[in-house]
């Protein structure tokens, strides 16, 4: 059941790299850079942007195996939630540029085989907390929860059902990602946050309106504080 959730949703949904750099001046004694492959003069170099991560803080040894797992479970299921958001922006492109309906319903039975094949091997074996996790996550990068993604392409009374199914294995569709009032939602994100800046996971933007930095101060005391 969890594999045939988590298939819908799935197919219903710059920085410069570093180079070598040439100092000129022009007539005004004003030094520029070129950087490779670009024409344009510049005064000054772009650089991504580096978020400083506070050191984490646990009271006891518990506190820090509960952080452990999430972390576990959240670097696994993460790579799913990036791919339905990147599922979600190429099939709602390539639907677009398609007017006959009947092409619209065959190119989406395309990306749903493609995903059955690909990855419903490997959904299968999530568990329910990682499914929930998994949920969230889909929140965060596409902005919309896997209730309305499957409503949006099914209809709200099959969407009610898929919801109510889900329940029975302790796992709601329209959960939410809440960082800003949910604390293990908070410690989700900073593992996200920890895992990008070490090259662990792939970045990806999320589609939500919250700033992390800002959200540190918030939980700065409590379990898995930071300071």
């Known amino acids: 059941m969890l594999r045939t959730l988590f ?37 000054s170099i772009d650089l991504n942007e580096v978020v400083i991560l506070k050191k984490l803080h646990f009271d006891n040894l518990e506190e820090r195996k ?16 990036k791919l339905a958001s990147e599922r979600l922006v190429a099939l709602n492109a390539r639907l677009e540029g398609i007017e006959s309906r009947s092409a619209q319903r065959k190119y989406t039975k395309i990306v749903q085989d493609y995903i059955e094949k690909e990855f419903s091997a490997e959904l299968k074996k999530l568990t329910h907390t990682e499914g929930q996790i998994l949920v969230k996550l889909v929140h965060r990068q596409t902005g919309t929860t896997a209730f309305n993604l499957i409503k949006n392409l099914k209809s709200g009374w099959r969407a009610f059902w898929y919801n109510t199914t889900a329940s029975l294995f302790e796992i709601s569709l329209k959960e939410e990602f809440d960082p ?3 604390h293990e939602d908070f410690l989700i994100e900073d593992i996200l946050q920890r895992s990008f800046v070490n090259d662990i996971l792939e970045p990806q933007a999320t589609a939500l309106d919250f700033e992390y930095v800002e959200l540190t101060d918030k939980w700065s005391a409590g379990r898995g504080r930071l300071n």
């Open 66 to 81: 509960r952080y452990l797992i999430l972390r576990r479970k959240t670097r696994k299921v993460y790579p799913y939630a």
């Open 7 to 43: 298939i819908l949703f799935f197919f219903s949904f710059s920085g410069l790299f570093a180079q070598d750099s040439i100092p000129v001046e022009d007539t005004l004694q004003k030094k520029y850079m070129i950087i490779a492959g670009d024409t344009v003069p510049r005064e």
């Open 180 to 182: 800003k009032n949910n």
